[in-house]
Nanobody, 119 residues
């Protein structure tokens, strides 16, 4: 099994920055691919970014150039550096993991951390 615990959320003003962290535990092979998702009130959950076991990354167009996903396998931690934040980035942010490649449904989810961006 895999456990994921997010932290680092908070309230910032437009243009500010936050760094989210996701502490992972459990079988490493079950979290080859790790990702961040977000869900705003009244909206569907959306994928934000993914990172594979070798470090390859992909981003949603809405965050490309502003957010950076990274992982420290020695620390079993996933990060999301968020810069130039906008009010539309306000959401609950979730860490997720799955085996093998970053395609398909994710098997493991954290409880989420809230990010609020005010104008």
């Amino acid at each position: 099994q895999v456990q994921l615990v997010e932290s680092g959320g908070g309230a910032v003003q437009t243009g500010g920055s936050l760094r989210l962290s996701c502490a992972a535990s459990g079988d490493a092979y079950r979290r080859d691919c790790m990702a961040w998702f977000r869900q705003a009130p009244g909206k569907a959950r959306e994928w934000v970014a993914s990172v594979g076991s070798a470090g390859g990354t992909t981003y949603a167009d809405s965050v490309k150039g502003r957010f950076t996903i990274s992982r420290d396998n020695a620390k079993n931690t996933l990060y999301l550096q968020m810069n130039s934040l906008k009010p539309e980035d306000t959401a609950m942010y979730y860490c997720a993991a799955r085996k093998t490649i970053c395609v398909g449904a994710y098997s493991y989810w954290g409880q989420g951390t809230q990010v609020t961006v005010s104008s």
